[in-house]
């Protein structure tokens, strides 16, 4: 189940590195998030998946934590999306992988999927969301994101300009994509370790 206060508190931790010692002074709010009033920084946390996808991890950590085997998956799918499944389940090397949108077509339709949701965090913020100095977004991808992904995105960003937020920070699971609106939609990649992300969950 869909836990806001867990993924507020995870975009937290893990922006330790990049705010420093500024970190400490972010308060969890509403419209936006995270709110630092000392440094003059607001950041919006929110996930850049559709409701299919939400559905979709929802069976993944089912599965996982009821250590459901092959067969079993494939009928918890069936039940969950109502024979609607648009993915495959396979085995590979002994684990059980899942893909959402079958092959390489899920990464195109996941970043359009962002897209919309950044379109719509970009219209909160001009209607709804207090203003800071810096107005952030930070956005769970949900699912492992390469360069090559987010070059595409950050290109139709650029193209649409869509420089609204001051910077967008990009969740790909264990990276942490940084998009910078105001040099060209340029962006840099932080890698985080297993035992960084394991204290960012607790």
């Known amino acids: 189940m869909y836990d806001k206060h867990f993924y507020e ?33 607001g950041i919006e946390v929110t996930r850049g998946i ?5 559905k979709f991890i929802r069976l993944s950590t089912e599965s996982v934590e009821n250590n459901l085997n092959l067969q079993e998956r494939f009928e918890r799918a069936n039940r969950m999306f109502r024979k609607n499944f648009l993915g495959v ?7 059980v992988i899942a893909d959402p949108q079958n092959g390489d077509r899920g990464y ?14 970009i219209e909160k913020l001009h209607k709804l969301y207090k203003k800071f100095n810096s ?13 090559n992904q987010i070059w595409v995105l950050a290109d139709i960003m650029n193209a649409e300009n869509m420089s609204d937020y001051d910077l967008y920070f990009i969740n790909a699971v264990d990276r942490l994509y940084i998009i910078n609106p105001h040099e060209n939609f ?12 394991c204290e960012f969950k607790k």
Request: proline share 2%.
């Open 9 to 41: 508190k995870f975009a937290h931790k893990s922006l330790g590195f990049f705010y420093g010692d500024k970190i400490v002074n972010f308060k969890y709010g509403e419209s936006p998030d995270l709110q630092n009033e000392t440094d003059n920084i």
């Open 50 to 54: 559709s409701q299919y996808e939400a």
């Open 89 to 95: 389940i396979h085995e590979s090397n002994g684990f």
């Open 108 to 121: 195109e339709i996941h970043v359009i999927e962002m897209l919309e949701k950044i379109k719509i965090k």
């Open 135 to 147: 107005n952030c977004l930070y956005i769970f991808s949900e699912f492992p994101m390469q360069n």
């Open 186 to 197: 340029e962006f840099i990649c932080h890698k985080y370790t297993s035992s960084e992300i």
